[in-house]
């Protein structure tokens, strides 16, 4: 018994970290594909539920991002859900008078409007930066309304809380060959689908996953999606990144080598508006076709969770707010297949306790076995999870990972500490 | 003592009459620099308006005529209400540098679970609503505990922890009141909980206009003044906040500190609906208890500088600015322009405040320098 | 080994307000040579190498580079000469990677893009040249403390500087990691670098350098090389041929131990203990003066001591154990402190002094009226401390950051003294007060021990060390390390001790 663990446990350690991440997608990917057969519940890894899981999850990495930006160059932006409405209100505006590319040119001013101010009041006038970010939120709320009254009451089906709707939208693609999208003029097959309507295991499911990618997918989504791996070029490949790092990491240091922390910071939080108006700007336009009061519904500060237990990287954003897109669109597409999520979650963390065990680590092991027991009682007595507390979801996951995962965190050094240049020595 | 010791007593004792000036200069500096940013701040809306086409001129004296209107008064002072216990309960976090953004939560819970909890009681009057008011008190603290825990064993920062409460709070809340609370013998389309007995009800002071709750406020706040500026538990509290590491060399224990802090916090803000529960509506419902209150509450706190006499100032200036919404309807004012003044203040005052205080600190210890060299030289 | 200067001080003088740091100094590096400036806590040597790097300008005085006469007013113009500083405490950030640390400011490329290629190679060549095997890509948090100097070092000569000026490099080494530096330092002035190295600990000053300048008081007041002095000459030089002669005292010594600290060990930075199985014990009416540089662990044991900071071992006040006490416990126990760091530990610097005098002690009866504060009667203490012990204030409603830093620390002395303690920790209680005041606060420390008062005292100031303890015990690398008579100790002896160069066999 004790090779036996021995050699789990010495497996784990050899493996790279890359081909532990591949590993680990691959065993997720098929313990769905053994929760879709077994419940029957195809929409789990459907190309439509994954199509819809893309486009929820885009505001919520754009508010990751725009987190990101902020803090690694030491600011904290609690504001960027008052930057993301104002993108909603700037983006449906320019949207509806000028067509959905304009709008997002308007989304991103406005955004980066509201990182102007916060970094007026963080840098210049060194007022507390959550303090700041609060009232930004509650500027941006009040502000947005007043604009409302003077440009949208009055038009048809606009008003106080509501624009009118948009008549131009930004076209949707299907990729030719793979989700069966047109190549010139002619058809293509549909490979993807193909694959996926004969429902194998695993395959079907990758299928799904990746045609829902593919097809009806809006330039604007794929757009958004660079920007990832665009902010993690810029801030670890460039100059200008290097040193907004610095500035957030050890701005005595960067000082010293005459990096100019104080323009670093302001360019940094407007780049965080821009991403946050952005974000908002994809609400209004891409999720919906109009702006309409309560449109973030608090993603600004679930970004901010993704930047968290994204450990402040690009990539961790992209992850943390794929989770939250996925469970949004499950509850969308496929309301009722929900209770699949708990025999999901059941075999997941029963897997993670028993190694967890294996491994002594008693503690991980008991808490992922009680997490596995809950898993299975709710899978067994619960068919319909009443709307309410679905709607509680992102937030309670937000509070779980903060609560759970604290000590292996890595923010910037100096995140939230005023900065006041020739402190040094 | 030593030679070198007495040769000060001489001039100190010319000095050394006990005087309060040092505390009450650094108020009038606040005062003085709240009301030249409350003035930039209306400037600033003003201009607002203006480039938005609208009519600031008009604006300004919709809003003098409110104030010469006495119903109008009562008014602000009703909308006040709530607005003091929601500053208070912030304020008391402040105090400790914690930031206590889920008083909309912790309210709303408290607002339904003492409605729920009034509703199933009959109790003799005077008891039936003190129940109630302890039913509230402990509600909003337990919702706030939840933040508190999360602070102190798991490092979870009180900012996004409670504003995730705030989220959580409002779902929980609806599908309590959905499956459970809900009073579905009452017809239409205000639905509630059960209404509660008279006895539960608190008499308005003036009928229709303002309710007694008023009252309650105002000794909330003297008590909050009582305990933190005047008690030995508001000494550490105030000294964790001055300076958290200093004050645990002393043996100030920040954990406590911290936890007690939250609970308090939240106990105030349960009280934050109580006006509309006992003296209004006499029930929780979605669209028969006001929300944003919380939020409102930050910003009046802030506004008030997190001190007692400045809180209800704030309260009743804001109070002042809601109640004009509906003339300036009239005046062809978009009334929105009310809050965004208000975030507007908020943020100005602030700003401005920051900056006085500053430069207060600097001119203060020039003036003792100064001081002690003229005492010295004579 | 050249006769040319690299660097040249002529009559370099600097004040601050209220103290002369430096005055008359006198400095001659001589090229490729490792020269060594010592001298005790508060000699002047950090102030005098600011000065030769930019950082701030001298009053008086001249710097020549190689020959040169050059004024320097920022760093960038001393980094522009040549002359690269090496901090006691790092500049670096820890979360990004030793390459990303070194080439932050002048990184490499084009249009923006860091060339990392050229990057590594630039940084490989110098670390080859050092003999370094570090791995560009580690985060500098992953790094320990020899190797962070490592990479301030090569971040200084990627900047291409030709002199060194490394500030006590050694403070925070293991012995290994100083062999790894010494031999660092000894390729590159065989490739023709200066190194000019600030230290106190003379073994290694001695075992590296090639010409030494002592520093005491601000001055320079010998130069001289290992050749022709030894470590008790050294250290007869840093600290005085004259110790300050202890007051003649009849001795108040009681029978009963008050303070008794048994195998205490404090675990600090990296695992290493801060605190090496220190014991020693206090009696009634005795001064137990604990000497040593800073930053050998004297902080972390009064910490320990007051419950501030984990710990093993045991703590007894008056017999009663307090190992698990909390501090408000060990209070009431009657245990004090004077912290080291007033702004830090001891003071809220926005309150009124009446504030600042009531922190720790609101529960007193004295000074409640029930749940509530009696402001009255701690304005009027704190009115009664002001006037006993000269704090220079308008009065007593003034907040604390008005106050001079001797001000705040005569309130700091006063408000602790007139709680009767049983034993005081008190961490150089007169720092910044001037003499005159220092004499009366001297003479309260005195009374208190005179009335039974146990005082465990930590000072840099000799003369207030050796004026006023009964006994000293020398703390080096978190050891007590001796225990001494102050009537007999000699200065070679005090300053052997302190440097670590000598220990005594253990009792």
New interface residues.
């Given amino acids: 018994m004790s090779t036996t663990t021995t050699s789990i446990t010495s497996a784990n350690i050899s493996m790279s970290p890359r081909m532990r991440l591949v590993m680990m997608g691959i065993s997720l990917v098929a313990i769905m594909s053994i929760t879709r057969l077994w419940t029957g519940f195809d929409n789990l890894t459907s190309s439509g539920t994954i199509g819809a899981a893309l486009r929820l999850t885009v505001p919520i990495m754009l508010a990751g991002l725009a987190g990101l930006w902020a803090e690694r160059v030491g600011i904290l932006n609690?504001g960027i859900e008052g930057m993301m409405i104002l993108g909603t209100w700037f983006g449906a505006f320019g949207a509806w008078k000028y067509g959905p590319w304009i709008g997002f040119l308007f989304a991103i001013f406005g955004g980066s409007l509201g990182g102007l101010?916060h970094a007026i009041?963080t840098i210049k006038?060194?007022?507390?930066q959550?303090?700041?970010g609060?009232?930004m939120?509650?500027?941006a709320f009040?502000?947005v309304?007043?604009l409302?009254?003077?440009v949208f009451v009055g038009q048809p089906q606009g008003g106080?809380s509501q624009s009118p709707p948009q008549s131009f939208a930004i076209p949707k693609i299907d990729v030719p060959f793979l989700a069966g999208g047109p190549l010139g003029s002619s058809t293509t097959p549909d490979s993807l689908g193909w694959l996926e309507e004969r429902g194998w295991f695993i395959i079907g499911d990758l299928a799904g996953m990746t045609r829902g990618l593919m097809s009806g997918l809006s330039l604007a989504s794929l757009i958004a999606v660079l920007l990832v791996p665009l902010s993690a070029w810029v801030l670890w490949?460039?100059?200008?990144g290097?040193?907004l790092?610095?500035s957030g990491?050890?701005p005595?240091?960067?000082e010293?080598?005459?990096?100019n922390v104080i323009r670093v910071r302001y360019i940094g939080l407007l780049i965080s508006g821009g991403l946050a108006g952005l974000g908002g700007g994809f609400l209004s336009i891409i999720s919906s076709s109009y702006y309409r009061q309560g449109q973030t519904a608090?993603r600004g500060?679930i970004g901010?969770?993704t930047m968290?237990f994204g450990n402040w990287r690009p990539s961790g954003i992209l992850g943390g707010a794929a989770v939250f897109g996925y469970s949004e669109g499950i509850k969308l597409v496929a309301g009722g297949s929900i209770t699949g999520l708990f025999l999901f979650i059941l075999i997941v963390s029963a897997i993670i306790g028993l190694i967890s065990l294996l491994q002594r680590n008693i503690k991980r092991g008991s808490t992922g076995i009680g997490i596995g027991v809950i898993a299975l009682i709710a899978y067994l007595t619960v068919t319909e999870v009443?709307e309410?507390?679905t709607?509680?979801l992102p937030?309670?996951i937000?509070?779980v990972v903060?609560?759970?995962a604290?000590q292996r965190l890595?923010p910037?050094?100096k995140a939230g500490v005023p900065y006041r240049p020739g402190g040094?020595? | 003592m030593s030679d070198a010791a007495a040769a000060p007593t001489g001039p100190l004792g010319k000095i050394l009459t006990p005087s309060r000036a040092s505390g009450l200069r650094t108020s009038g500096t606040t005062l003085a620099s709240s009301l030249i940013a409350v003035f930039i701040a209306l400037a600033i809306s003003a201009l607002l308006l203006f480039i938005t086409g609208k009519d600031p001129v008009a604006a300004l004296t919709t809003m003098i005529d409110t104030a010469k209107n006495s119903d109008k008064l009562l008014e602000m002072m009703r909308r006040a209400t709530p607005l003091i216990f929601s500053a208070t309960a912030v304020a008391i976090g402040f105090k400790m540098n914690i930031f206590n953004i889920g008083v909309e939560g912790q309210y709303l819970f408290a607002a339904l679970m003492a409605a729920e909890a009034g509703s199933h009681l009959s109790l003799p009057g005077p008891l039936h609503v003190a129940a109630i008011l302890a039913v509230a008190l402990i509600s909003g603290a337990a919702w706030a505990g939840i933040s508190a825990y999360l602070k102190v064993r798991k490092n979870v920062h009180e900012v996004i922890s409670t504003i995730m409460l705030n989220y959580i709070a409002l779902s929980f809340i609806q599908w309590i009141f959905n499956s459970f609370f809900r009073d579905d013998s009452v017809e239409g389309l205000n639905v509630k909980t059960t209404i509660i007995a008279e006895s539960g009800w608190l008499p308005d002071i003036v009928e229709g206009r303002l309710n007694s709750m008023f009252i309650i406020a105002l000794i909330v706040v003297a008590i909050f003044w009582v305990v933190v500026y005047r008690s030995r538990f508001g000494f550490k509290l105030r000294a964790s906040g001055y300076n958290a590491t200093a004050a645990s060399t002393a043996g100030i224990s920040a954990t406590k500190m911290t936890v007690i802090a939250l609970l308090l916090s939240g106990a105030v803000a349960g009280l934050v609906a109580m006006q509309s529960v006992l003296g209004e509506t006499h029930a929780y419902g979605p669209s028969a208890t006001p929300i944003q209150l919380g939020f409102a509450g930050i910003t009046v706190a802030l506004l008030g500088r997190n001190h007692p006499v400045g809180i209800v100032v704030a309260a009743l200036l804001f109070g002042f600015l809601d109640s004009t919404s509906a003339q300036l309807q009239l005046a062809e004012v978009p009334n929105s322009i009310v809050k965004v003044m208000q975030a507007v203040i908020v943020l100005t005052v602030v700003i401005v405040n920051e900056a006085a205080v500053r430069r207060a600190n600097i001119r203060t210890a020039e003036r003792a320098r100064a001081e002690l060299a003229a005492g010295g030289a004579a | 080994m050249s006769s040319t200067l690299a660097v040249e001080l002529r009559g370099i003088g600097k004040r601050f307000p209220g103290v002369i740091a430096n005055y008359d100094v006198d400095l001659n590096v001589r090229s490729g040579t490792i020269h060594a400036v010592v001298g005790e806590n508060g000699a002047g040597k950090s102030t005098l190498m600011k000065t030769l790097y930019g950082m701030q300008e001298p009053d008086s005085g001249t710097i020549s580079v190689q020959g040169s006469e050059r004024r320097f007013k920022s760093p960038s113009d001393a980094i522009s000469a040549g002359i690269g500083m090496v901090h006691q405490h790092f500049m670096l950030a820890d979360n990004l990677t030793v390459l990303e640390n070194i080439i932050l400011g002048s990184e490499p490329g084009r249009r923006g893009v860091i060339d990392m290629k050229q990057a590594r190679a630039r940084v490989e060549e110098i670390m080859l040249l050092i003999s370094s095997d570090l791995d560009p890509d580690m985060p500098v948090s992953e790094l320990g403390v020899g190797e962070r100097q490592r990479v301030e070092i090569i971040k200084v000569l990627y900047r291409g500087a030709r002199i060194l000026i490394l500030d006590e490099p050694t403070a925070v080494l293991v012995p290994e990691e100083v062999d790894e530096l010494f031999a660092t330092l000894n390729t590159l002035v065989s490739e023709g670098a200066t190194v000019i190295f600030i230290s106190h600990k003379l073994d290694e000053v001695l075992q590296v350098s090639d010409d030494i300048t002592v520093m005491r008081q601000g001055t320079t007041v010998a130069e001289t090389t290992p050749q022709q002095i030894d470590r008790s000459g050294l250290a007869e030089l840093m600290v005085g041929s004259e110790l300050p002669s202890p007051s003649g005292r009849t001795s108040t010594i009681g029978e009963n131990i008050r303070l008794a600290v048994s195998n205490l060990t404090v675990v600090g930075v990296e695992g290493r203990p801060a605190v090496d199985n220190a014991s020693l014990t206090v009696r009634s009416g005795e001064i137990v003066g604990i000497a040593g540089i800073e930053g050998n662990g004297q902080y972390e044991l009064c910490a320990a001591l007051l419950g501030l900071l984990p710990s093993k071992g045991t703590v007894a006040v008056d017999g009663k154990d307090l190992t698990k006490a909390s501090t408000r416990q060990r209070h009431d126990a009657g245990l004090a402190y004077i912290p080291f760091d007033r702004h830090r530990e001891g003071l809220m610097l926005n309150a009124p002094l009446w504030e600042n005098t009531l922190l720790g002690r609101e529960d007193e009866d004295q000074f409640s009226k029930g749940p509530l504060v009696d402001a009255a009667s701690i304005r009027s203490y704190t009115a009664g401390i002001i006037e006993r012990f000269g704090v220079l204030t308008p009065d007593e409603s003034t907040p604390a950051f008005a106050l001079s830093g001797g001000n705040q620390q005569k309130l700091i002395v006063g408000r602790t003294l007139t709680t009767n303690p049983g034993v005081l920790v008190a961490a150089h209680p007169t720092r910044g007060i001037d003499v005159g005041a220092q004499a009366a606060v001297w003479d309260e420390i005195r009374r208190a021990r005179d009335n039974g008062m146990a005082v465990l005292l930590v000072s840099a100031d000799l003369e207030e060390l050796l004026g006023l303890s009964d006994t000293i015990a020398v703390m080096f690398d978190g050891q007590i390390t001796a225990t001494l008579n102050p009537d007999d100790v000699t200065a070679s002896e005090l300053g052997s001790y302190m440097t670590g160069a000598q220990k005594e066999a253990t009792s």
């Fill in positions: 609690i101010i009041a006038f060194n007022i507390d959550v303090i700041s609060v009232v939120n509650l500027l009040f502000g309304r007043y409302s009254e003077l106080i490949r460039t100059s200008f290097l040193r790092r610095s990491e050890a005595e240091a960067a010293s080598l005459g990096v608090g500060f901010l969770a968290i009443p309410s507390l709607q509680s937030y309670v937000t509070l903060l609560a759970t604290s890595r910037p050094a040094a020595h």
